[in-house]
């Protein structure tokens, strides 16, 4: 099928490459011009596992392209993905500005029967409204009436707003959108689902479990998931504060907790919080849901408040061990949210090495993806190419993100480099291993 991708980041470029290698032609289009340029050069603008390769073989077998031209990209298509970003507004809703505008383009912009197909996590409601844009702006073309005779005769709609959330893991993306956990197909409209199981044949023919619902559950779906994953990592994190009153590792307890099946082992790595541009988001934005509607949801604004605390421990921490910070050398290890991504949205870190420049600490940090999404938000923040080298005369050392490159090198040489061996574990990378004696070690989670 033809296929457009309105927003060409984590999702819509990872989408739009899994599609163009399923056979569909692709263009893949965003409103950042460096962003498009580089695609065209083959460079990436995010970094995710098996990207570059999936990118370049759709390009290559003349699948796949890429574009600033929203208009022509969706007058071409039969079916078009509204992959923008949806970022949390003051107000604790998810700003919808940017969804409103590609269906106004879609609107503005078709020329025969096309879907317009929300990936992005949206609050309830947003397809309908989006519905409504279309429909004004194809009432100002005259489009309506234009529509195609046959299915003016059945009284079929010239487009459709579906609404398909998406499930993908950044740092894993490529995998996940080859092998989604399922397929969800919000709508009510025969033919906008059956271009939908046309789109995903192939998805669909390898048992890819799918389920159709309406628009409003669909666009709940995904909220939804993503608020009870927050829930596991806040609820682990306060055993794990408990582990560390009573002497227990909590490191063990998951293990025990997630051997269960009606539990599961995702998602019960004791930290110091969840971050990154969807969980916190689509967190929120569930409670102003409620709120909207008069529901006042109890456990999630617990599930917030435990992961502000989590955030700020590892600077408190860091506060008791070493009382005056002014002029002292501190590394940082894992400036990402999470392992696996560049992506430094609602980082932990950012918080955590902000207090710390401002407490007139030099810092010094590594990370081997996220360094320059990092730099532009934190320019007094110093990078190191290595992370020994960033503990090279160290004060201290705190982690932040559990890269497993980490984990790899020995407590002994680390000590060995700092000027004072002091390691402020937010991940527990060696929360289980066995540390020198001259070395001062805290972890979350181990009493
Ligand atoms: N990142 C994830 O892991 C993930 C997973 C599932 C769902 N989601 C959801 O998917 C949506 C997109 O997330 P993302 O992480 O890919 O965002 P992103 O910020 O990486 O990418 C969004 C892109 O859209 C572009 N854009 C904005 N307005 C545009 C317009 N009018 N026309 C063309 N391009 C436009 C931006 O320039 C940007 O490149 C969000 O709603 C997010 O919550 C994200």
Same mark, same amino acid.
């Given at each position: 099928m033809k296929i457009a991708i309105i927003g060409t980041g984590y999702v819509g470029l990872v989408s739009g490459a899994d599609f163009a290698n399923r056979g569909h032609q692709v263009t893949c289009v965003d409103i950042n011009e460096a962003r498009i340029e580089g695609l065209k050069q083959g460079v990436m603008p995010i970094s995710e596992v098996g990207l570059p390769e999936l990118v370049a073989a759709g390009v290559k077998a003349g699948m796949l392209e890429f574009s600033l031209d929203a208009r022509a990209a969706i007058a071409e298509a039969e079916i078009v993905f509204c992959c923008v970003g949806t970022p949390l507004a003051d107000d604790g809703r998810a700003d919808c500005g940017m969804i409103y505008e590609v269906a106004r383009t879609f609107g503005e912009s078709i020329t025969k029967p096309t879907v317009l197909v929300n990936k992005s996590t949206v609050p309830v409601g947003t397809a309908m409204k989006c519905e409504e844009i279309i429909k004004k702006e194809l009432q100002n073309r005259k489009m309506l009436d234009s529509r195609p005779r046959v299915l003016a005769l059945r009284g079929d709609p010239f487009f459709a707003v579906v609404s398909n959330p998406e499930f993908l893991s950044q740092g894993t993306a490529v995998r996940d959108t080859a092998n989604p956990s399922r397929l969800i197909i919000g709508s009510d409209d025969a033919w906008a689902i059956a271009q939908m199981e046309l789109v995903n044949a192939s998805f669909i023919t390898a048992g890819v479990p799918k389920i159709v619902m309406s628009r409003a559950s669909a666009e709940l779906a995904k909220c939804a998931a993503n608020a009870f994953l927050a829930t596991k990592i806040s609820f682990i994190n306060e055993i794990a504060n408990l582990c560390e009153l009573v002497g227990a590792n909590v490191d063990d307890i998951a293990a025990s907790m997630g051997l269960d099946k009606r539990i +599961?082992?995702?998602?019960l790595n004791a930290g110091i919080g969840y971050g990154g541009g969807c969980i916190p988001k689509d967190t929120a934005a569930l409670i102003a849901t409620g709120h909207d509607v008069g529901y006042e949801f109890k456990i999630l604004p617990a599930v917030q408040a435990v992961n502000e605390s989590q955030r700020r421990i590892l600077y408190t921490k860091l506060c008791e061990f070493m009382p005056e910070r002014a002029g002292k050398r501190i590394a940082v290890w894992g !400036? @990402?949210? %999470? $392992? +696996?991504?560049d992506d430094v949205r609602s980082a932990p870190s950012l918080q955590i090495v902000q207090n710390l420049l401002a407490d007139g600490a030099e810092m010094i940090a590594y990370d081997p993806t996220a360094q320059k999404n990092a730099a532009g938000l934190l320019p007094q923040l110093k990078f190191a190419k290595t992370p020994l080298e960033a503990v090279q005369e160290a004060d201290a050392l705190l982690i932040c993100t559990e890269w $497993? *490159?980490? @984990? *790899? !090198?020995?407590l002994e040489k680390i000590a060995e480099m700092?000027?004072? %061996? !002091?390691i402020i574990d937010g991940r527990g990378v060696y929360r289980n291993v066995e540390r020198p004696n001259n070395v001062k070690y805290w972890t979350v989670g181990c009493g």
């Open positions: +599961g082992p995702a998602f !400036l @990402a949210f %999470k $392992p +696996g991504t $497993p *490159e980490f @984990a *790899e !090198l020995s700092m000027s004072n %061996k !002091l």
